[in-house]
Every structure is written in C-alpha cells, then in structure tokens.
Nanobody, 127 residues
C-alpha cells in the first residue's frame, strides 16, 4: 500500500515562499508519476504540478503557477518537493500530493487518474 505524507504548509504573507514535501513510506517513488494538486474552499481540486515518472523526470505546471513554483525530487527517491515562490492569496488552498504508475502525458494533469493521495497540507496566504 502506498502511503503519502505532505508537510510544509503554513500561514504566510503575500510574496513569501514555502516548500512542501511529499514523502512515501515503505517504498520509493521510482516508477511513479508524482503530482501536486490543490483545493480551495468551494472549488474543485486543481492540478498544480507533476513530475513524470521517476526515471524521466519531466515536469509540468499549471499556467497559474508557472515561473513561481518548482517541483523537484530527492536522489534517494523518497521525497518530492514543491517550492512555491511569490505566493499570492489566490494560492490559498489545501495542497495534496498524489502518485500513480500508469499515467500518460494526456492524463497526468487529471486528479481522477491518480490512485494514491496524501492527507493534504494547508497553505494560507494573507494579503
């Protein structure tokens, strides 16, 4: 069973930075596409960024975060990070880490295609 844990959320002011971490227990991320999604109150869960299968490492971003957020991984295969810069109030949401082995380029932005999810971490950005 894949278990994911997100950490690193918090309350910051606009313009600040945060780094979220997603760790996996019992195995490594090798072979998984790992993504970050977020959900604000009253809104649907939306794609933020993903790193496409461990041994390829291509990254994809939502237009709303491109140039401000960066998804990366550690060399040990146990953590994936989301570095968030110049945070804005619209970035306020619960951020979720998700993983799956069987995604394609056409499905990796779709939350419904990911089978494994963490519990989420709250990010709040004040103006």
């Amino acid at each position: 069973q894949v278990q994911l844990v997100e950490t690193g959320g918090g309350l910051v002011q606009a313009g600040a930075s945060l780094r979220l971490s997603c760790t996996i227990s019992g195995q490594s991320f090798f072979g998984y596409t790992v993504g970050w999604f977020r959900q604000a109150p009253g809104k649907e869960r939306e794609f933020v960024a993903t790193i496409d299968r461990w041994n390829e490492g291509r990254t994809y971003y939502a237009d709303s975060v491109k140039g401000r957020f960066d998804i990366s991984r550690d060399t040990a295969g146990t953590a994936v990070y989301l570095s968030m810069n110049n945070l804005q109030p619209d970035d306020t949401a619960v951020y979720y880490c998700a993983a799956d082995r069987y995604l394609t380029q056409s499905t990796l932005r779709l939350a419904r295609e990911y089978n494994y999810w963490g519990q989420g971490t709250q990010v709040t950005v004040s103006s």
